[in-house]
T-cell receptor, first 114, second 116 residues
Framework: AQSVAQPEDQVNVAEGNPLTVKCTYSVSGNPYLFWYVQYPNRGLQFLLK??????LVKGSYGFEAEFNKSQTSFHLKKPSALVSDSALYFCAVMNSGGYQKVTFGTGTKLQVIP | GAGVSQSPRYKVAKRGQDVALRCDPI?????LFWYQQALGQGPEFLTYFQNEAQLDKSGLPSDRFFAERPEGSVSTLKIQRTQQEDSAVYLC??????????????FGPGTRLTVT
């Protein structure tokens, strides 16, 4: 079985400050890891993914995430938050050895305060 | 089309009615997924197709839920004898083949089902 934990229901950060949204995972074998974003009244959008290689992956809108195998974490980061980053963020995991079933976390609401 | 489309966007059904939700994936995407998303929650996996083959239906909550993709493109999720607990947003997603497409799913806008 595979699972994802997002320990924070909500993260508040001031505009211009760095942001971190936390994610830990559990999967047998090597993980593929993903972040998706859901803006209000819009569908889920793919943000970035880790498949293999460099532990720091860069994605859309200036976001990046760091894969840490020993801590089984894949935290989402951005150096300087924008008000427009306010949205619901989902971490997801897939077993690299299996088919493409992706398991999503429960989501973290990011609120960037002007 | 440019993206995944779903219809209808909103559906209100009386308890006991049957509903059918349609998904048009991105052209050429062999993998198609259905998810159920409750308010404020993450998407919960329902079922997965590779072309026309339904490879995993372990997430379907009951035998009232049925999905098909007969020609490997458009898919329909059918819910028979709807119950109030079926009220949710139903999301469809598709992805391309191989490592490049692995897990990178493109989601439709969803169908919000309300059972009264």
């Amino acid at each position: 079985a595979q699972s994802v934990a997002q320990p924070e229901d909500q993260v508040n950060v001031a505009e211009g400050n760095p942001l971190t949204v936390k994610c830990t995972y559990s999967v047998s074998g090597n993980p593929y890891l993903f972040w998706y974003v859901q803006y209000p009244n819009r569908g889920l959008q793919f943000l970035l993914k880790y498949i293999t290689g460099d532990n720091l992956v860069k994605g859309s809108y200036g976001f990046e995430a760091e894969f840490n195998k020993s801590q089984t974490s894949f935290h989402l980061k951005k150096p300087s938050a924008l008000v427009s980053d306010s949205a619901l963020y989902f971490c997801a995991v897939m077993n690299s050895g299996g088919y493409q079933k992706v398991t999503f976390g429960t989501g973290t609401k990011l609120q960037v305060i002007p | 089309g440019a993206g995944v489309s779903q219809s209808p966007r909103y559906k209100v059904a009386k308890r006991g009615q049957d509903v059918a939700l349609r998904c048009d994936p991105i052209s050429g995407h062999v993998s198609l997924f259905w998810y159920q998303q409750a308010l404020g929650q993450g998407p919960e996996f329902l079922t997965y197709f590779q072309n026309e083959a339904q490879l995993d239906k372990s997430g379907l909550p009951s035998d009232r839920f049925f999905a098909e993709r007969p020609e490997g493109s458009v898919s329909t999720l059918k819910i028979q004898r709807t119950q109030q607990e079926d009220s949710a947003v139903y999301l469809c997603a598709s992805s391309g083949p191989g490592l490049a497409g692995a897990g990178e799913q493109y989601f439709g806008p969803g169908t919000r089902l309300t059972v009264t």
